[in-house]
Every structure is written in C-alpha cells, then in structure tokens.
C-alpha cells in the first residue's frame, strides 16, 4: 500500500558529506511523522532524526550540528543532509514514515541505504 524508497548512499572520505533523500508512494491519505534510523554492523536500530508533520525536529546528540532533516510535503520526501562524516557513522540508513491509509495509521519502512564513511 505505502512504498518508501530511499537513495543517496554511498561510500565517502572522513569530513565528508552526504544526502540522503526518501520518497512515500501509494495510498497515502497523510503523513504524520518522518525521520531516518540506522544500524551499524553487531549493533541496535537507533533514531538519527525525525521530523512531525508542521512540527520541530529532533536528533539524537550524536548528530547535533553535523546532520539536518527536511521534509517537502509536496513531494511526501524526507531528506537528511549529513555533514562532516565520521566514520562511526557507518551505517545502513532507513527512512521512516508514520501514514494515514484511509482511516488507519501505520508505520512504514524503507529497504534501507548503505553508508560507508572510510577513508
């Protein structure tokens, strides 16, 4: 019913940067929240960041100040522009959504998208 595809990950140098972008296909009436998770190899899916429908963003402290969320609600997009890369944020990067299917919500998940920072 809902797709998210996401794209934009790859392999970068150390300082480097990187933009993740994520679209929402379907039968979607509207989305509430978004945001991108990520698990590295051996370790817990963690929160990066989300953002509400019309809401303030969140991050977690490990990415304060290098990483920023946006959203065009138009394009139902979320994206995640990663900046000065290290490489514990190696990881696979999933985007996520919270949608309003007729008269239900559900959350929905991207297949995810490999980042590799290594010099």
């Known amino acids: 019913q809902v797709q998210l595809v996401e794209s934009g990950g790859g392999l970068v140098q150390p300082g480097g940067s990187l933009r993740l972008s994520c679209v929402a296909s379907?039968?979607?009436?509207?989305?509430?929240?978004m945001g991108w998770y990520r698990q590295a190899p051996g370790k817990q899916r963690e929160l990066v960041a989300t953002?509400?429908?019309?809401?303030?963003?969140n991050y977690a402290d490990s990415v304060k100040g290098r990483f920023t969320i946006s959203r065009d609600y138009a394009k139902n997009a979320v994206y995640l522009q990663m900046n000065s890369l290290k490489p514990e944020d190696t990881a696979v990067y999933s985007c996520?959504?919270?949608?309003?299917?007729?008269?239900?919500?559900?959350?929905?998940w991207g297949q995810g998208t490999q980042v590799t920072v290594s010099s």
């Open positions: 996520y959504a919270r949608v309003l299917v007729t008269i239900r919500w559900g959350d929905y």
């Open positions: 379907g039968s979607i009436f509207s989305i509430g929240t």
């Open positions: 953002i509400p429908s019309g809401g303030s963003t």
